[in-house]
């Protein structure tokens, strides 16, 4: 009889038990033809058992099953053969157990040769797999082979890819290092570049200050000088006055006084000899005009020479101008004024 849907789950969580009870195959295999004949009902079968342990080999669940069979008989030949039993009943209990047992045996051969022939099939299917299973594992192996061939190949490209890469990573870090080094550089120069152009800066306007003093006293030395001049002809001039008054008065006299010859001789000489002093004095005051013309002349070039910047170790400083002395033909006119 077949195992009912409802009892499916059951008998499979109590084989499951049993399978945890009894570790020995040939226990488990006695132990769930009881199971299925005492507690289910079910007569076991070699196949069935099979199908429920999947322990062991084909020939197990046929000996205990047999050896559960020979048992049973044992046990049921002592309850037929108890005295109390009376004899017809002994005889129709012993027909029954030979009956039970005629088909048992029949029914365990019927499944026994099914099972075989399920498990010649299943070999062949099984062979024929193996056969499948080597080709494919034969084309396997080659691909394997392959594979770890193109494997190998790969690693050693990627070692050689690794390598590359090291030495270009060191490159990099290099490359970066003196990047950073120029960069360093770079910017220690534009720092000096910097300082150089504000000190180029503080010095340029230092010269620019000090070139702007030298033209103002320049200009006041020239101004200085023009004065000097002015008053040196206003001095010619008053000089070349004083000196037609005394002719006219020397003339006026000559006429006034020829009585007075010699006194006026006399005095025409002293005349004379002042206008033969105040002519030096004129002579000498054209010399000095002269002078005073020519040294004009070099302070001018002195001051274009002090108006170009010129960049030097020293700073710049202010173009003095020595103070000129007064001429002489000046000083013996003034002399000689005084004396007059």
Known sequence: MDIAPSADAAVTADIERLKAAHPKTRELYREVCALLFFRYGITPTANRLY???????????????????????????????????PADLQAAAGELV????????ASAQMALEALRVEAEAEKVVAQ?????????????????????????????????????????????RALEAEITRLQDENAARDRALAQARADFSEELEKLRASAGLAE??????????????????????????????????????EARHRSELQAVQAQLADARHQAGVL??????????????????????????????????????????????????????????????
Request: proline share 3%; charged share 30%; glycine share 8%.
């Open 51 to 85: 199908q429920l342990v999947r322990r062991g080999s084909m020939g197990t669940p046929t000996a205990v099953l047999g050896e559960f069979w020979a048992e049973l008989r044992e046990k049921s030949r002592v309850r037929i053969d108890h005295p109390d039993l």
């Open 279 to 340: 002519e030096g004095s004129l002579v000498a005051v054209r010399d000095a005009s002269a002078g005073y013309a020519r040294e004009l002349g070099l302070l001018r070039q002195q001051m274009t020479g002090a108006v170009v910047p010129r960049r030097s170790g020293r700073k710049g400083g202010a173009v003095t101008v020595p103070a000129r002395k007064q001429p002489r033909a000046t000083r013996k006119a003034a002399s000689a004024k005084k004396a007059g």
């Open 128 to 172: 024929n797999a193996v056969t499948s299973m080597e080709g494919k594992l034969g084309r396997t192996e080659t691909a394997l082979d392959q594979r770890t061939s193109a494997l190998l190949a790969a690693q050693v490209r990627i070692q050689e890819l690794e390598q590359g890469q090291a030495a270009s990573e060191a490159t990099r």
């Open 98 to 105: 030979a009956t039970l047992w005629t088909r048992s045996t």
């Open 216 to 253: 103002e006293r320049l200009r006041a030395t020239e101004k200085r000088a023009l004065l000097e001049i002015e008053r040196e002809r206003v001095a010619s001039a008053r000089l070349q006055k004083e000196l037609d008054a005394a002719t006219r008065r020397t003339e006026q006299g």
